[in-house]
Nanobody
Framework: QVQLVESGGGLVQAGGSLRLSCAAS????????MAWYRQAPGKQRELVAA???????NYADSVKGRFTISRDNAKNTVYLQMNSLKSEDTAVYYC?????????WGQGTQVTVSS
C-alpha cells in the first residue's frame, strides 16, 4: 500500500509562489489517482487539484490559472505548483491517493500566505 509524505509548505507573502511535493512509497504509484486537498481553520476539507492515472487534471475554480498539479511516476511524486498566492490560500494541504478500494492521505503540510 502506498504511503504519502508531503513537503514544501511554509510562509510566503501574497503574490509569491510555493511548490508542494508528495512522495509516495510502495508499489504501483502510476495506477493511483492523485489529488491535493486543503483545510483552512474552521472550514471543511476541499479539493484543490486532481490528476488521474492517465494524467488528466481538474482544479477548483478558486485556483484555476494559479495552481498546477503534475506527477512524475518515475519518482513516485506528485507536485502542486502554487503561484500568485493569496491570503485565502492559507491552509493545511493534504496529498491523497486513490485506487479501487484504497483511499490514502498524507499527514499534511502547512501553507501560510501573509498579506
Amino acid at each position: 500500500q502506498v504511503q504519502l509524505v508531503e513537503s514544501g509548505g511554509g510562509l510566503v507573502q501574497a503574490g509569491g509562489s510555493l511548490r508542494l511535493s508528495c512522495a509516495a512509497s510502495g508499489s504501483f504509484f502510476s495506477r493511483y489517482a492523485m489529488a491535493w486537498y486543503r483545510q483552512a481553520p474552521g472550514k471543511q476539507r476541499e479539493l484543490v487539484a486532481a490528476s488521474t492515472s492517465g494524467g488528466s487534471t481538474n482544479y477548483a475554480d478558486s485556483v484555476k490559472g494559479r495552481f498546477t498539479i503534475s506527477r512524475d511516476n518515475a519518482k513516485n511524486t506528485v507536485y502542486l505548483q502554487m503561484n500568485s498566492l493569496k491570503s485565502e490560500d492559507t491552509a493545511v494541504y493534504y496529498c491523497n491517493a486513490r485506487y479501487i478500494f484504497s483511499n490514502i492521505w498524507g499527514q499534511g503540510t502547512q501553507v501560510t500566505v501573509s498579506s
